[in-house]
């Protein structure tokens, strides 16, 4: 019998429950025809008289997408516009490439969960509905559902759905930036790979011309025309050189099989150091960008917390078999206390702080940038003094090499003279090299490492 506890369950399938469940996805017309907001209202009535058309949540709802909108994120669309300053079809485009097939990172999955949760937010206006079960004074159980519906927030839900969003632009500067973190390690693999490879057959070239020396000098000593202290210090010279190429070739194959465990496929016949342009005009780097998102966070969070800081008004239904009770309810999520105006206070600084980072992380950012030009500058400087010295030290060496053969030159002056312009030779290699890192970490800092479709 329905008055009997046990049977309450068996209820639900009246037609005044399935009126009462309709009911719950509009809002009551008991909850809504209230008079003054803040003024509890108690009562009961049948669940067909909860049937009205539910004109206040309608325009909850239009009210709410208007503010929302389905407009993207300018930040999300600015970075899925980025395009990446790599030249097409270059040997720097073909490492890109493989690495973003085979990249594993966590920032993907973090996105993905970013973005499920802020789709979760964008419906945080609708009622929420929820069993419950209520102990009588008979000692019997009642089951019901309870539909609420919050009529005023302080904003506690735009803030809830703008904290999503803004979390959203956060989860997508991370995968932008671990997406050009992961290209950029890659590049600098391969870099190196070039650079050593070439400092290594430098310096091999090196040691094979010492070794001449070195031969020729075994003779002058079998000779009784040098000494051997002299032939001692030729073949020191040889072992130096010789650990030089050995220890370039060393890293060559490092940063090789470094690159090739980050790509899912071999990278054969890649050569060259294509030029990139890195300071892209308008674009703002990544830290910068993840600044302005979590910016954007802390400030609806502090308006989160404001909102439980201040009174609402939620309108409430209990469905019963009997019916439906209805009511209004005014509180504060957090209460009042003696220090609730310090603590709205510290909240409305919120938005200094934000942009007070927001700030800092811009001029971090080109500080950086402005460090890296500078020492772009200052490599192709050296580069320009180290090409005229090198061709100086190409000039004596050629003419050490006719005085040495017409016997004008002993064999050691030239012997050092021409370890000083290998030495000079490797170096001057370096540059362009280093001259590549140091715009690849323009291209790091800026985000333009990676095309924003791929994300």
């Known amino acids: 019998m329905p008055g009997q506890p046990g049977t309450q369950a068996h209820g639900w399938g009246n037609p005044a429950m ?65 395009q990446s300053v790599l030249p097409r079809d270059s040997a720097y485009a073909r490492v890109a490439d493989a690495i973003l097939t085979a990249n594993k990172g966590s920032a993907a999955a973090e996105l993905r969960v970013a973005r499920l949760k802020a789709e979760a937010k964008s419906k945080n206006w609708l009622p929420r509905i929820g069993p419950s079960v209520d102990l009588t004074s008979l000692g019997g159980l009642v089951a019901s559902i309870l539909v609420e519906q919050v009529i005023f927030d302080n904003g506690r839900r735009k803030a809830e759905r703008d904290f999503a969003a803004a979390d959203v632009e956060v989860a997508a500067v991370s995968l932008s930036s671990e997406m050009n973190l992961r290209v ?42 040098s000494d051997r202290s002299e032939e001692r210090v030729i073949q020191q010279k040889i072992a130096e050189m010789s650990a030089i190429a050995s220890a370039d070739r060393q890293q060559a194959a490092t940063a090789a099989a470094e690159l090739a465990a980050m790509t899912d496929r071999p990278l054969t016949g890649l050569a060259g150091l294509p030029p990139v342009d890195a300071l892209v005009a308008g674009t703002a780097p990544l830290t910068v960008l993840k600044a302005e998102g979590e910016g954007r966070r802390m400030v609806a969070e502090a308006r989160m917390a404001r909102a439980g800081l201040l009174p609402g008004l939620t309108a409430s239904a209990n469905v019963t078999e009997g019916g439906i009770t209805s009511g209004l309810r005014g509180a504060s999520d957090e209460g009042f206390g003696f220090g609730t105006g310090a603590s709205l206070r510290a909240l409305e600084a919120t938005g200094e702080v934000a942009a007070s980072r927001i700030d800092s992380a811009r001029d971090e950012a080109a500080r950086r940038i402005v460090a890296l030009e500078r020492e772009i500058a200052m490599l192709q400087a050296r580069e320009a003094e180290g090409a005229s010295v090198l061709r100086q030290t190409e000039a004596s060496l050629a003419i050490f090499t006719e005085q040495y053969t017409l016997g ?48």
């Not at 003024?39 to 009535?45: E, F, I, N, P, T």
């Open 18 to 82: 399935r009126l009462g469940l309709l009911a719950s996805v509009l809002l009551l017309s008991g909850c809504m025809g209230v008079g003054l907001p803040g003024v509890a209202k108690q009562g009961s009535a049948r669940a067909t008289d909860a049937l009205g058309p539910g004109q206040g949540q309608m325009a909850l709802a239009m009210q709410d997408n208007a503010e929302r909108g389905d407009a993207r994120s300018t930040l999300i669309e600015g970075l899925i516009a980025r």
């Open 184 to 225: 950029h390690e890659g590049l600098v693999h391969y870099v190196t790979t070039q650079k050593a490879t070439q400092q290594a057959a430098l310096a091999e070239a090196g040691v094979t011309k010492l070794r001449d020396y070195g031969r020729i000098m075994r003779l002058r000593v079998e000779g009784g025309m």
């Open 408 to 455: 004008r030159r002993p064999l050691m002056e030239l012997v050092g003279l021409y370890e000083t312009w290998a030495r000079l030779q490797r170096d001057q290699a370096a540059l362009p090299y280093d001259m590549a890192l140091a715009q690849l970490r323009i291209g790091l800092e800026n985000g333009v490492l990676v095309d924003g479709s791929r994300m």
